[in-house]
């Protein structure tokens, strides 16, 4: 599985939100989300993307996730697990720190063209709209026919 997801803030430290989308590796569309946060920062959405993704892998029980985001920063700071950084993201890196071994999880920097799904989500969310989960009504299975 691969998991693309970006944050958004309206003018740093304004209204915020995150999004992203899940896909198989055929490419098909598993989930996406976006969410709405408030006012925070850019690093802050960006990595409660991180955290609300995961937690929609784990409740669907979706495991070998290959995270990819496009915030060089980020990316430093959850593969490393920055301990300098403000208490804000910090706690963050440590919810998204929990997911690695239950969802076999790997971070990957994928340029910002590569994210263009999860980057329209966000800038949905930071948008004002609602917060919304889609979920694919195709159940995933090993070993299914192809259409």
């Known amino acids: 599985m691969k998991l693309n997801v970006d944050g958004s803030a309206r003018g740093n430290s304004r209204v915020g939100g995150g999004g992203g989308a899940c896909m198989d590796h ?10 709405k946060y408030g006012s925070i920062t ?16 784990a409740d669907k ?7 990819e ?12 697990l920055f301990h300098s ?14 997911f690695v071994q239950p969802l076999n999880l790997r971070f ?8 263009s799904v999860a980057d ?3 800038k949905i969310a930071s948008s004002g709209a609602p917060d919304k989960t889609y979920i694919c ?11």
């Open 85 to 98: 950084c403000g208490w804000k993201l910090w706690y963050r890196l440590e919810i998204i720190h929990q």
């Open 69 to 80: 985001i496009d915030s060089r920063i980020i990316h430093e700071a959850v593969s490393n």
């Open 108 to 115: 990957s920097h994928t340029l910002r063209e590569g994210n």
């Open 120 to 122: 329209g989500l966000a």
């Open 42 to 57: 850019n690093n802050i959405a960006e990595a409660q993307a991180m955290v609300d993704g995961l937690k929609i892998c």
């Open 26 to 35: 055929q490419g098909s569309l598993v989930f996406s989300f976006h969410n």
């Open 137 to 147: 009504l195709i159940p995933i299975l090993s070993g299914a026919p192809q259409f």
């Open 61 to 67: 029980e979706l495991n070998n996730i290959i995270m």
